[in-house]
């Protein structure tokens, strides 16, 4: 069974451009959450989606955007990019809603 | 606000060794508490889910601990290897937004390395 997919998984923008991420999850899975890692603020929570709908939000500007396919299948948008905004973002997908995550490998994000 | 500590931020232990990772968190309001590992530029991978009306859960070598009511989760990993080197990350699951059960809170992890 196929993991929880991220692509791309590098990726180098310049200040003010915008990035999309994308995540497969577990084929199933229906809630798909993103994460930011930074060395300096660890694991931080920037939103959740199930069925379609965001369910829940994280302390992030607006900025920050996302959605979620049919399919599952889920992507999250960056605009104005900022040099504080390199990171590993990373997608996590789970069967139900109080089941186990399960994260993919993650983008790097690295901002210039 | 739920904070997630974990203590120590790094050990390292000779191989064969049995260790405990400790994590503490301040709001006992849980559903579930979450062991992840994670290796030098990877993801996140999933060890071991403890609900909150459960004390413990065990999978081969690695048994986790919950007390909700002193807001503490132990992880014990029996006869160390080298191949356990990694970052162990506690994340809990609060109730705060709602119940959903996508918004884990993580500690900052405990770096281990296991030495041949």
């Known amino acids: 069974k196929a993991g929880v997919t991220q692509t791309p998984r590098y990726l180098i923008k310049t200040r003010g451009q915008q990035v999309t991420l994308s995540c497969s999850p577990i084929s199933g899975h229906r809630s798909v959450s993103w994460y930011q890692q930074t060395p300096g603020q660890g694991l931080q929570f920037l939103f959740e989606?199930?069925?379609?709908?965001?369910?829940n939000k994280g302390n992030f500007p607006g900025r920050f955007s996302g959605r979620q396919f049919s399919n599952s299948r889920s992507e999250m948008n960056v605009s104005t990019l900022e040099l504080g905004d390199s990171a590993l973002y990373l997608c996590?997908?789970?069967?139900?809603?109080?089941?186990?995550?399960?994260f993919g490998e993650g983008s790097r994000l690295t901002v210039l | 606000k739920q904070e997630v500590t974990q203590i120590p931020a790094a050990l390292s232990v000779p191989e064969g060794e049995n260790l405990v990772l400790n994590c503490s968190f301040t709001d006992s309001a849980i559903y579930n508490l979450q062991w992840f590992r994670q290796d030098p530029g990877k993801g996140l991978t999933s060890l071991l889910l403890i609900q909150s009306s459960q004390r413990e859960q065990t999978s081969g070598r690695l048994n986790a601990s919950l007390d909700k009511s002193s807001g503490r989760s132990t992880l014990y990993i029996a006869a160390s290897q080298p191949g356990d080197s990694a970052t162990y990350l506690c994340a809990v699951s609060s109730d705060y937004y709602g119940g959903s059960q996508g918004n884990l809170i993580f500690g900052k992890g405990t770096k281990l390395s296991v030495k041949p």
């Open positions: 996590a997908s789970s069967f139900t809603s109080t089941g186990e995550l399960f």
């Open positions: 989606y199930f069925s379609e709908t965001q369910r």
